[in-house]
């Protein structure tokens, strides 16, 4: 409906992560007549309205032209037209595109509000376990193995439960990383496939995951969220890749290796790697 008057709102609106009974009833109705629809996949998002009789305008927003579909939008929302944001699935601006667009109706003074619902960060943190009064959605881990590590270094003294998204093929990866920086026995959660068939929760040391990620094919298929215990003592949370990266930062690389060796046990040579592969990163 259009009022010159008065702008449109921005609804932003969650949908099923897999299981389409979890289509909320605000957020079927919401869909089925706002008269424009902005969204990741256009076809995959048409699925969901089975009952719509008036016509609906599609927008597409993703990652690439977010920028460029903004000031259509923007501009019909200021004309008094409604717009629903919505993503491939679960709650829009969740590792998915629409920051940018939420960001300018805000700042031209335009209703932003929420039709709140799945998401996958905050369904795998129900069931995982682990502490939530205070948490770190840290998305996706950068997909070069090398960078990945340097990240996880950053992360690996933070007291938070830390979630990470990832596609399931990537876990024995991911798991392996996390595992060498963290510390092997440190307890995770993997989460795989939520609301859907072939849902699994389990919780276990990170190096165990890992075993068993990498062992049974059918866990790396589908999508995963790790939720990971945060560090529960400053002191062993210092290991060996971070002790590693600050020696190599404040010590020649032979000297590093050897006080790297001294403190931790390696022998000197797998020392001297670890140091190497550090100044590399750096
Ligand atoms: N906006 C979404 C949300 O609210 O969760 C997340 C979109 S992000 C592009 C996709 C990632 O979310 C997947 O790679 C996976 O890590 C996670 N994910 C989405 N659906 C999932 C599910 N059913 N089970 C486990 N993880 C899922």
């Given at each position: 409906?259009?009022?010159?008057?008065?702008?449109?709102?921005?609804?932003?609106?969650?949908t099923p992560i897999g299981n389409l009974d979890d289509f909320?009833?605000?957020?079927?109705?919401?869909?089925?007549?706002?008269?424009?629809?902005?969204?990741?996949?256009?076809?995959?998002?048409?699925r969901l309205l089975t009952e719509r009789r008036e016509p609906?305008?599609?927008?597409?927003?993703?990652?690439?032209?977010?920028?460029?579909?903004?000031?259509?939008?923007?501009?019909?929302?200021?004309?008094?037209?409604?717009?629903?944001?919505?993503?491939?699935?679960?709650?829009?601006?969740?590792?998915?595109?629409?920051?940018?667009?939420?960001?300018?109706?805000?700042?031209?003074?335009?209703?932003?509000?929420?039709?709140?619902?799945?998401?996958?960060?905050?369904?795998?943190?129900?069931?995982?376990?682990?502490?939530?009064?205070?948490?770190?959605?840290?998305?996706?881990?950068p997909a070069r193995a090398s960078a990945r590590r340097k990240?996880?270094?950053?992360?690996?003294?933070?007291?938070?439960?830390?979630?990470?998204?990832?596609?399931?093929?990537?876990?024995?990866?991911?798991?392996?990383?996390?595992?060498?920086?963290?510390?092997?026995?440190?307890?995770?959660?993997?989460?795989?496939?939520?609301?859907?068939?072939?849902?699994?929760?389990?919780?276990?040391?990170?190096?165990?995951?890992?075993?068993?990620?990498?062992?049974?094919?059918?866990?790396?298929?589908?999508?995963?969220?790790?939720?990971?215990?945060?560090?529960?003592?400053?002191?062993?949370?210092?290991?060996?890749?971070?002790?590693?990266?600050?020696?190599?930062?404040?010590?020649?690389?032979?000297?590093?290796?050897?006080?790297?060796?001294?403190?931790?046990?390696?022998?000197?040579?797998?020392?001297?790697?670890?140091?190497?592969?550090?100044?590399?990163?750096?």
């Open positions: 409906m259009t009022d010159t008057s008065a702008p449109g709102t921005l609804w932003v609106v969650a909320t009833p605000r957020a079927r109705a919401l869909l089925e007549s706002t008269a424009v629809i902005a969204a990741e996949d256009t076809r995959v998002s048409s609906v305008q599609w927008v597409s927003l993703h990652e690439h032209n977010e920028s460029r579909a903004i000031d259509g939008l923007i501009e019909q929302l200021t004309a008094g037209t409604d717009v629903a944001l919505i993503s491939d699935a679960g709650t829009p601006l969740i590792s998915d595109p629409g920051y940018r667009l939420v960001s300018a109706a805000h700042a031209a003074g335009i209703p932003v509000r929420t039709v709140p619902g799945p998401s996958a960060a905050t369904a795998a943190l129900s069931v995982a376990g682990l502490p939530t009064d205070r948490f770190l959605f840290a998305g996706f881990l990240h996880l270094r950053e992360l690996a003294r933070r007291h938070e439960t830390l979630v990470f998204y990832a596609p399931a093929r990537d876990l024995p990866a991911v798991l392996d990383d996390l595992a060498a920086v963290f510390g092997p026995s440190r307890m995770a959660t993997l989460c795989r496939e939520l609301t859907k068939l072939h849902e699994t929760v389990r919780r276990d040391a990170l190096e165990a995951l890992r075993d068993w990620t990498r062992d049974d094919p059918d866990q790396q298929r589908g999508e995963a969220v790790l939720v990971v215990a945060g560090s529960d003592d400053p002191e062993r949370a210092i290991n060996i890749d971070a002790l590693a990266m600050e020696l190599a930062r404040e010590l020649p690389p032979s000297r590093a290796a050897k006080v790297l060796a001294r403190l931790t046990g390696l022998d000197r040579q797998t020392a001297w790697q670890r140091i190497e592969a550090i100044r590399s990163e750096d």
